[in-house]
């Protein structure tokens, strides 16, 4: 029975991550769209961004292979 409750507390944790990863991604896709009019990002939302894609991205897909691998 415990067993069953860390899967779903899991999956949920997983879920939550893939949509936080999508809104940054379309957040991303946004500042790109843009800065195409001129308008660049402040430098906290750039530094945030950079911290999501170069640490938060890497680690969710190795969540998830590491689900695939189980």
Do not use: E, N
């Amino acid at each position: 029975m415990m067993g069953k409750r860390l899967l779903l507390l899991l999956l949920l944790l997983l879920l939550l991550l893939m949509v936080l990863g999508v809104v940054f991604a379309d957040t991303q896709l946004l500042l790109a769209h843009l800065a195409h009019y001129d308008l660049s990002p402040s430098l906290p939302s750039r530094f945030v961004l950079t911290l999501f894609s170069r640490f938060f991205f890497p680690s969710l897909r190795l969540l998830v292979h590491g689900f695939r691998c189980v």
